[in-house]
């Protein structure tokens, strides 16, 4: 029997939008109506399997119903950027389902649905709808049902006649009428004037329609009401037809075009990729026999590039002493360690590769291969390799130095396409090579299956590594050359990764009994807030259940609902904000659930993650994840230690120095992008207040509110430090509305007169979008590049993202080359002067160091010397320094 699924498009993308949180990509575009919508078909598909599917959008603003009631649809809100930017992305994402989508000008999808509708029903097909918009009931009948979303758009709730009889008392048909007499806000449709759904329920119930109701104003109970009625019949009339979905649009499509017959998995998996919904990947059905991918690490499958002859050597004990001979310079060298954290993965062997020379070198040999060791160590032998931090770093734990390392694939992808997050081998081998490789996965199986091939599985992948490696270099150097950016990875991002895999290997020290203690005192102060939530809430019940939590606050404490969900009402963070006026349990609750959360992610998980040989955290610095090139940390991420509460602040206590004595310094930028900002723009307000050492925020305040230094207030300023901020990530009205809780138009006209101060800033905005038009790409000051292939698309919120993105890539990655520049002068500048000092860490804007005592006040100038000059801008770089005896006394 046929199935057909019809999709309201606008309705749904709008519910995704509001239900999640502003979702974005590493290259920052937002998702979150993508994902929603995404995760809506995905259930669609799975639990309807509909024969025939169609998602109908609105064409456009002006519709036929403007031509009854111009004042149709007025006073909404205009659509915010981060929602308007992602439709041509849903487009897409429909696209890669195969799902028919459609749209025709002058009429609004819901008329495109009921036409539809209509025309199934007639052929007595099942139909379902699914919108979020209750107006679509009225197309309810023996054959079509409503599926209304709930919770977002992750719950659907079904509604046949039987339903909408219960729940209203109606026939499907009455819905118009019930929208004609009470109206509807959301599409200014008037309605009768004091006539609520409760009221409008009733005289239907009596008199069926608003014709009838009309008839019979003199009958109905109520004074006022009658008046109301009476003086708004017309009204009563035009607002029942506004609200009536028209059933026979011109809608120039046969049933049988919108067939579905399912979706090619490839399609949608490369779509999953660049929108990084990692998590969904795994639903996507038949991945398996997508040719070319494996679906968990996005590499070449088992089967490519098998069918080609590859001869290779596998060594041995006897061939060991004619193979020095063929450790030559340069080489493709790849390091195989069974895991992907190379503090503790154990190598496997190696893969060797020059012209027409392919080995396999087992790591039993390696380690007792004299000839080879050296060969590592030495500068003078060139080695291709494709992560160097991770090869470095890996060795040093088995004992084993790398040097020479002249070519780092993957930080030269990287560069060439910095919105591809931590390229992978395969990828680029296939790219720049067309090399194929198996995934690591088809070689040694996944999760609990997963163990060590036999020897000639392996040594095939490995050598296939290091092959793909030698026959890519020079196609990637080639077009670094061309892009001009070879000095950026020669001069930075090369030698970065060294000091980086210095900084890993190093470790920070971590005091696992004082941790322990915090942990102790974290218990302590959840039994007291434990205790105290029950006195205020009147008994004992079970805090992290949301179920009895919500017993607690919405039946016995009479707490209004904010939100429901479909097990009940919801206790999430933002509600339990918003309830914070009602009730003093709400803030016990909220801090309640910190305190566990830093119990659990921070106490818990850090001592796990110290190393039982050297008691240190050897975290993860990730070179090649971000689009701007900021550097971020992992396994464990020690960038986001939460610092706004004081029982976060400890937790920096517990990061001490290494050795009796010593004292940890942390060396912080202070607002640096606002004044990468100030020079880039050249904007003179901007630079005069930097250069006169003011609080930038304040002086903000003073020339947006024309008030003087004194007159600022602090809500002045954190509206200043808000724009401020927002004005280097491209913020809308909307953003900085939902940031500082004001309504969208005092966040624009805020924009409007802080542009209007800052016209130097509003002038370089401008300026570098044409810019980018013209290149199709931005750079840093150090040339880093960011290609941006919508900024000239006739899409206005593709385009409009891609400007956006012009404006500020150049400040965000101007200051992350900053600070990497920092970073590698500073480890030279240790080298040079004999300090025994140590870089441990990079946190955003932030370098920490263990210090010993005698070289306090050599490293306090020292640090804030090479940072402060790591750069020359138009503006002086100010950095802060402090030291104490553990990193939160550094504060």
Same mark, same amino acid.
């Given at each position: 029997?046929?199935?057909?699924?019809?999709?309201?498009?606008? /309705?749904?993308?709008?519910?995704?939008?509001?239900?999640?949180?502003?979702?974005?990509?590493?290259?920052?575009? @937002?998702?979150?109506?993508?994902?929603?919508?995404?995760?809506?078909?995905?259930?669609?598909?799975?639990?309807?399997?509909?024969?025939? #599917?169609?998602?109908?959008?609105?064409?456009?603003?002006?519709?036929?119903? @403007?031509?009854?009631?111009?004042?149709?649809?007025?006073?909404?809100?205009?659509?915010?950027?981060? *929602?308007?930017?992602?439709?041509? $992305?849903?487009?897409?994402?429909? =696209?890669?389902?195969?799902?028919?989508?459609?749209?025709?000008?002058?009429?609004?999808?819901?008329?495109?649905?009921?036409?539809?509708?209509?025309?199934?029903?007639?052929?007595?097909?099942?139909?379902?709808?699914?919108?979020?918009?209750?107006?679509?009931?009225?197309?309810?009948?023996?054959?079509?049902?409503?599926?209304?979303?709930?919770?977002?758009?992750?719950?659907?709730?079904?509604?046949?006649?039987?339903?909408?009889?219960?729940?209203?008392?109606?026939?499907?048909?009455?819905?118009?009428?019930?929208?004609?007499?009470?109206?509807?806000?959301? =599409?200014?449709?008037?309605?009768?004037?004091?006539?609520?759904?409760?009221? !409008?329920?009733?005289?239907? @119930?009596?008199?069926?329609?608003?014709?009838?109701?009309?008839?019979?104003?003199?009958?109905?109970?109520?004074?006022?009401?009658?008046?109301? *009625?009476?003086?708004?019949?017309?009204?009563?009339?035009?607002?029942?037809?506004?609200?009536?979905?028209?059933?026979?649009?011109?809608?120039?499509?046969?049933?049988?075009?919108?067939?579905? %017959?399912?979706?090619?998995?490839?399609?949608?998996?490369?779509?999953?990729?660049?929108?990084?919904?990692?998590?969904?990947?795994?639903?996507?059905?038949?991945?398996?026999?997508?040719?070319?991918?494996?679906?968990?690490?996005?590499?070449? =499958?088992?089967?490519?590039?098998?069918?080609?002859?590859? /001869?290779?050597?596998?060594?041995?004990?006897?061939?060991? +002493?004619?193979? !020095?001979?063929?450790?030559?310079?340069?080489?493709?060298?790849?390091?195989?360690?069974?895991?992907?954290?190379?503090?503790?993965?154990?190598?496997?062997?190696?893969?060797?590769?020059?012209?027409?020379?392919?080995?396999?070198?087992?790591?039993?040999?390696?380690?007792?291969?004299?000839?080879?060791?050296?060969?590592?160590?030495?500068?003078?032998?060139?080695?291709?390799?494709?992560?160097?931090?991770?090869?470095?770093?890996?060795?040093?734990?088995?004992?084993?130095?790398?040097?020479? #390392?002249?070519?780092?694939?993957?930080?030269?992808?990287?560069?060439?396409?910095?919105?591809?997050?931590?390229?992978?081998?395969?990828?680029?081998?296939?790219?720049?090579?067309?090399?194929?490789?198996?995934?690591?996965?088809?070689?040694?199986?996944?999760?609990?299956?997963?163990?060590?091939?036999?020897?000639?599985?392996?040594?095939?992948?490995?050598?296939?590594?290091?092959?793909?490696?030698?026959?890519?270099?020079?196609?990637?150097? &080639?077009?670094?050359?061309?892009?001009?950016?070879?000095?950026?990875?020669?001069? $930075?991002?090369?030698?970065?990764?060294?000091? *980086?895999?210095?900084?890993?290997?190093?470790?920070?020290?971590?005091?696992?009994?004082?941790?322990?203690?915090?942990?102790?005192?974290?218990? &302590?102060?959840?039994?007291?807030?434990?205790?105290?939530?029950?006195?205020?809430?009147?008994?004992?019940?079970?805090?992290?259940?949301?179920?009895?939590?919500?017993?607690?606050?919405?039946?016995?404490?009479?707490?209004?609902?904010?939100?429901?969900?479909?097990?009940?009402?919801?206790? %999430?963070?933002?509600?339990?904000?918003?309830?914070?006026?009602?009730?003093?349990?709400?803030?016990?609750?909220?801090?309640?659930?910190?305190?566990?959360?830093?119990?659990?992610?921070?106490?818990?998980?850090?001592?796990?993650? #110290?190393?039982?040989?050297?008691?240190?955290? @050897?975290?993860?610095?990730?070179?090649?994840?971000?689009?701007?090139?900021?550097?971020?940390?992992?396994?464990?991420?020690?960038?986001?230690?939460?610092?706004?509460?004081?029982?976060?602040?400890?937790?920096?206590?517990?990061?001490?120095? /290494?050795?009796?004595?010593?004292?940890?310094?942390? !060396?912080?930028?202070?607002?640096?992008? *606002?004044?990468?900002?100030?020079?880039?723009?050249?904007?003179?307000?901007?630079?005069?207040?930097?250069?006169?050492?003011?609080?930038?925020?304040?002086?903000?305040?003073?020339?947006?509110?024309?008030?003087?230094?004194?007159?600022?207030?602090?809500?002045?300023?954190?509206?200043?430090?808000?724009?401020?901020?927002?004005?280097?990530?491209?913020?809308?009205?909307?953003?900085? %509305?939902?940031?500082?809780?004001?309504?969208?138009?005092?966040?624009?006209?805020?924009?409007?007169?802080?542009?209007?101060?800052?016209?130097?800033?509003?002038?370089?905005?401008?300026?570098?979008?044409?810019?980018?038009?013209?290149?199709?790409?931005?750079?840093?000051?150090?040339?880093?590049?960011?290609?941006?292939?919508?900024?000239?698309?006739?899409?206005?919120?593709?385009?409009?993202?891609?400007?956006?993105? +012009?404006?500020?890539?150049?400040?965000?990655?101007?200051?992350?080359?900053?600070?990497?520049?920092?970073?590698?002068?500073?480890?030279?500048?240790?080298?040079?002067?004999?300090?025994?000092?140590?870089?441990?860490?990079?946190?955003?804007?932030?370098?920490?160091?263990?210090?010993?005592?005698?070289? $306090?006040?050599?490293?306090?100038?020292?640090?804030?010397?090479?940072?402060?000059?790591?750069?020359?801008?138009?503006?002086?770089?100010?950095?802060?320094?402090?030291?104490?005896?553990?990193?939160?006394?550094?504060?």
């Amino acid at each position: 029997m046929s199935h057909f699924v019809l999709i309201d498009g606008n /309705s749904i993308a709008n519910r995704a939008f509001y239900a999640l949180p502003l979702l974005s990509t590493s290259n920052g575009l @937002h998702t979150n109506a993508v994902l929603g919508f995404t995760t809506m078909l995905l259930k669609v598909l799975e639990e309807m399997k509909p024969t025939h #599917i169609m998602v109908a959008f609105d064409a456009g603003k002006v519709v036929f119903r @403007h031509s009854e009631f111009t004042d149709y649809k007025a006073g909404r809100s205009k659509t915010p950027t981060e *929602l308007s930017e992602q439709f041509p $992305l849903i487009r897409e994402l429909l =696209d890669a389902f195969s799902i028919k989508r459609f749209e025709l000008e002058g009429y609004e999808a819901d008329d495109i649905i009921g036409t539809l509708t209509l025309r199934a029903d007639q052929n007595n097909w099942k139909t379902t709808v699914i919108t979020g918009d209750k107006d679509m009931l009225q197309l309810v009948s023996d054959h079509v049902s409503v599926a209304l979303t709930r919770k977002g758009v992750s719950e659907l709730e079904v509604y046949t006649t039987a339903e909408i009889e219960q729940k209203y008392g109606l026939k499907p048909q009455q819905i118009i009428d019930l929208k004609g007499l009470m109206g509807d806000a959301s =599409d200014n449709i008037p309605g009768v004037p004091g006539v609520g759904e409760k009221t !409008a329920l009733k005289l239907l @119930h009596q008199y069926g329609t608003v014709e009838e109701v009309l008839n019979h104003i003199d009958e109905i109970s109520g004074k006022k009401l009658q008046e109301n *009625l009476r003086g708004n019949v017309e009204q009563a009339k035009m607002s029942k037809s506004l609200a009536t979905i028209l059933r026979e649009a011109p809608v120039d499509l046969e049933l049988d075009q919108v067939g579905y %017959s399912g979706y090619d998995p490839g399609k949608l998996l490369e779509f999953f990729k660049r929108m990084e919904f990692k998590s969904l990947i795994p639903k996507i059905k038949g991945i398996s026999a997508t040719s070319g991918y494996n679906a968990e690490a996005g590499e070449a =499958d088992e089967t490519a590039g098998k069918s080609v002859p590859f /001869s290779y050597l596998i060594a041995d004990r006897g061939s060991l +002493a004619e193979l !020095a001979e063929k450790l030559t310079s340069p080489m493709g060298l790849f390091v195989e360690m069974d895991g992907d954290n190379y503090h503790h993965a154990p190598i496997v062997g190696f893969g060797l590769a020059a012209e027409d020379f392919a080995l396999y070198l087992p790591m039993e040999l390696a380690l007792e291969w004299e000839a080879f060791r050296q060969w590592l160590a030495d500068e003078t032998k060139q080695k291709w390799v494709f992560d160097g931090k991770r090869d470095t770093v890996g060795l040093a734990w088995n004992g084993l130095q790398l040097n020479g #390392i002249q070519f780092d694939m993957y930080l030269a992808t990287y560069l060439l396409n910095a919105t591809e997050s931590n390229p992978i081998l395969a990828d680029a081998a296939l790219q720049y090579a067309a090399v194929a490789i198996a995934s690591d996965e088809s070689v040694y199986g996944k999760g609990a299956k997963r163990e060590l091939p036999e020897l000639a599985t392996l040594s095939e992948h490995v050598a296939r590594k290091a092959t793909a490696i030698w026959q890519a270099v020079p196609a990637i150097r &080639r077009e670094l050359e061309q892009q001009e950016l070879s000095e950026l990875l020669t001069k $930075l991002e090369g030698p970065l990764s060294l000091v *980086l895999a210095e900084m890993e290997r190093t470790g920070v020290k971590l005091d696992a009994e004082r941790l322990v203690q915090m942990g102790q005192e974290l218990d &302590r102060k959840l039994d007291e807030l434990t205790n105290k939530i029950y006195d205020l809430a009147g008994e004992p019940f079970n805090i992290n259940s949301p179920k009895q939590l919500g017993e607690i606050l919405f039946d016995r404490l009479q707490l209004p609902v904010l939100k429901k969900t479909k097990t009940g009402p919801s206790t %999430s963070a933002d509600v339990l904000e918003k309830l914070a006026p009602y009730h003093p349990i709400i803030d016990e609750i909220l801090l309640f659930r910190q305190l566990g959360k830093l119990r659990s992610t921070y106490i818990e998980g850090l001592l796990k993650e #110290i190393n039982s040989k050297t008691g240190k955290i @050897h975290t993860l610095f990730n070179q090649a994840t971000t689009a701007t090139g900021r550097l971020s940390s992992t396994e464990p991420n020690l960038q986001n230690i939460p610092i706004r509460l004081e029982e976060g602040r400890k937790i920096r206590e517990a990061f001490v120095p /290494s050795e009796a004595g010593w004292y940890m310094l942390a !060396a912080d930028y202070s607002q640096i992008e *606002l004044r990468v900002l100030a020079h880039i723009s050249r904007d003179q307000n901007l630079i005069d207040a930097f250069r006169k050492g003011m609080d930038i925020h304040t002086r903000t305040a003073m020339d947006v509110f024309g008030v003087s230094e004194d007159e600022v207030t602090s809500m002045m300023r954190r509206q200043a430090k808000a724009v401020n901020f927002g004005i280097v990530y491209g913020i809308s009205d909307y953003g900085l %509305s939902q940031n500082l809780n004001i309504t969208r138009k005092e966040a624009a006209e805020f924009i409007d007169r802080y542009f209007a101060v800052f016209q130097g800033v509003k002038q370089y905005m401008e300026d570098i979008v044409e810019q980018a038009k013209q290149d199709g790409y931005v750079t840093t000051l150090l040339q880093r590049r960011r290609y941006l292939p919508d900024i000239r698309n006739k899409n206005f919120n593709l385009r409009s993202f891609a400007e956006r993105t +012009a404006m500020n890539t150049p400040i965000q990655g101007t200051a992350a080359d900053i600070i990497k520049l920092a970073m590698i002068r500073m480890q030279e500048s240790l080298r040079q002067q004999g300090l025994r000092s140590r870089m441990l860490l990079q946190v955003h804007d932030e370098l920490v160091f263990e210090v010993p005592q005698d070289e $306090l006040e050599t490293m306090k100038t020292l640090v804030a010397d090479v940072m402060e000059n790591a750069l020359p801008l138009d503006v002086p770089l100010k950095v802060d320094v402090h030291y104490g005896p553990t990193w939160n006394d550094t504060k």
